[in-house]
């Protein structure tokens, strides 16, 4: 079986001594991104989504713990997978669901879809659709942080198929050379839609990718929001005490298609059951709630259903909000 | 036997410089790579080496003269008793001349200062005359003084003063954290200055030439040009993109191309195309200023040209708006940039055979001033569009569009095009001159639309 490492947990993860608050505040926000991908994939199914729409089920520990590992003013961009980044951002869940659905109540007020949203005032830069686009804009983000001399850093994700663009390296020159604090998240989900990092990569340890440009890089275990949250403080500390760039590779998972339209054929079901069954990040934070003895069956169940009454909300937002207007085709194509 | 050193050429469209410096005396011995002198244009400053050996019998030119013209005999070099015609065995190629011969520069020399004066200025306001690349210098300097977020980032910006010098002194001004050198890394460049853009600073991004930014044309359309639209309207890019486009001399078909119609294509840009000095600088000043992103297309062989610009202390051109240079009633002529100059010399020519031209130079590309050649051709009702940029879906293939469908009653005579022929661009001198639209073809147009012959 071409396995891809599907399974195999990045090495050690370092325990984080969490409180009961903040494994709660994960379990909650990896829940919501779970649970939102999966109403949009029902959506998506009854024709109520068009065109392309990239789920992030699987990988949700990866922007819950890089976002707990941030403060205020510092941002985000990434690429076209991005319901979850902007759920971990604080955006509004039935703005982005309505951007889904192509309406007027949608982020970006229906013209962007699934692939482009974004926030100013969550600092959340997009949701881009070109394949490693988002790399130099990230960085780009990180120069206005030192050119203002404020001490943001920047979280630029992309994945392990953007690994191969050469913007990419451009960017990672440019950072090191002029020390921009960004911090690139490589989320190595071992699929480029349908090809391994094994057919696709020279080097599949994505995190030395840098190496030749004296960037440190960090192999994270991204199906554990501890150890991804241990790995962001770190990394956030060395951009803000002025270190320059650093990438930081997580090792996750997608359990769905590239696309709601891709039939799956590069991988098994038992590949991705076997992850599911041993890996998966929400029941990792519920099993340690549980083993800790810091929420009861009940108390998770009651936030399972807070969840789904503002999925469903929002899933209904999505379905009532009318469609733009016809002047909208002519607004907001220059200022 | 004796050698003549000619003055050499630094670029490909220089004409003349001057001679700075001789690191030689007459009676010197000189081999082959020994400095002998210094050279210095608007441009740039050079040592020139010699490919001769022999004694220096003559300095022709003194240190310290201007406008030494290229090709010139500028010493005598006096050979061996017996030139060494030792053969090279099939391994030693000649060293080359040191200059070319011929390859007089194919564009039609342009008047070196209009006298043309911008309208929007009120009447008595005292002019400057300076180049186009002093325009643009002190437009961006003006600005960066003006805001400290503006900043001018590209390859060879700082610390060697601008590859065409536009960018001379700046450096020295404003110091290396608003004046940034990059890597030779386009893509990734006008990626970090978009993002950079997002992030509230106001970059203008230089590109070596346009020709380059091919490498870029995802980062300037993609997200440049589109996330305003697809983020209802949250997220600007105020950014300009600038650098020399179109053909410069002799640089062959990958470093020739004019990407005017490329860029004017995608709604979400602005273009700027200008050709005098004043228009220049208001129009790099608006485009700083602009929160849109701006593809501002200069041009190398105007670089160099002296136009008067008046004396004002914040000349905005704004953007999208065409000037009528020359008034006329039987035929309107429309260009842009560099073949501006064959426009005006071609009205000259007609105006001598008794037909009066309007010559409208276009200055914007998008928003595209439809307006003002519209009014002019319901006016003469014939035109001729000029520009160096292929003939197939140019520039002029939407201008003669827009006429058509807004003064069809109008014409007494199809739109015609003049345009750079629709072939990669190529070396040879002769082709290159052929491949380039000239005065000639504007007045056979111009004629042709008059039915005259």
Redesign the interface.
Known sequence: MAKAEAASRASSPAKTKSNKDELVRYYRDMLLIRRFEEKAGQLYGMGLIGGFCHLYIGQEAVVVGMQAAIGEGD?V?TAYRDHGHMLACGMDPAGVMAELTGRSG???????GSM?????EKNF??????VG?Q???????????K?RGNDRVCLTYFGDGAANQ??VY??F??AE?WKLPVIYIIENNQYAMGTSVQRSSAETHLHKRGASFNIPGEQVDGMDVLAVKTAGDKAVKWCRDGNGPIILEMKTYRYRGHSMSDPAKYRTREEVDHVRETSDPIDHVRKLLLDAKFASEEELKEIDKDIRSVVNHAAEFAQTSPEPDPSELW????? | MPTEILMPALSPTMEEGKLAKWHVKVGDKISSGDVIAEIETDKATMEVEAVDEGVVSSLLVEEGTEGVKVNAPIAILQGEDEPKAKSNGGTTAPAPKPAAKTSAPPQMSAPQTATVREPTVAAGTPMVTITVREALREAMAEEMRRDPAV?LMGEEVGQYQGAYKISQGLLDEFGP?RVID??I?E???????????????RPIVEFMTWNFAMQAI??II??AGK??????????CPIVFRGPNGAAARVAAQHSQNYASWYAHV??L?VVAPYFAADAKGLLKAAIR???PVIFLENEIVYGRSFEVPKVDDLIVPIGKARVVQEGTDVTLVSYSVTMALVLQAAEALAKEGISAEVIDLRSLRPLDTATVVASVKKTNRIVTVEEGWPICGIASEIATQVIEQAFDYLDAPPARVTGKDVPMPYAANLEKLALPNVDEVIAAAKAVLYRS
């Not at chain 1, 830069?125 to 070109?130: A, E, V």
């Not at chain 1, 607004?331 to 200022?335: G, Q």
Request: glycine residues 22%; hydrophobic residues 35%.
């Open positions: 941002q961009i949608g982020l970006s007020r229906g013209k962007g482009h949203m974004f926030s100013r830069f997009g949701g881009h659709g070109i686009a790399v130099p804009l990230g960085t780009g983000l990180a120069f206005s942080n050119y050469g913007q451009e960017s020159n440019m050379l607004t907001d194509i220059i200022h | 900043f954290k990059t890597p890394t893509h990734g460049f006008a990626g970090l200055g978009v993002g950079a853009a997002f992030g509230g600073l995802d980062q993609n997200s996330t305003l639209y697809m983020s209802g309207g949250q997220m600007g709604p979400g602005k602009d929160p849109n």
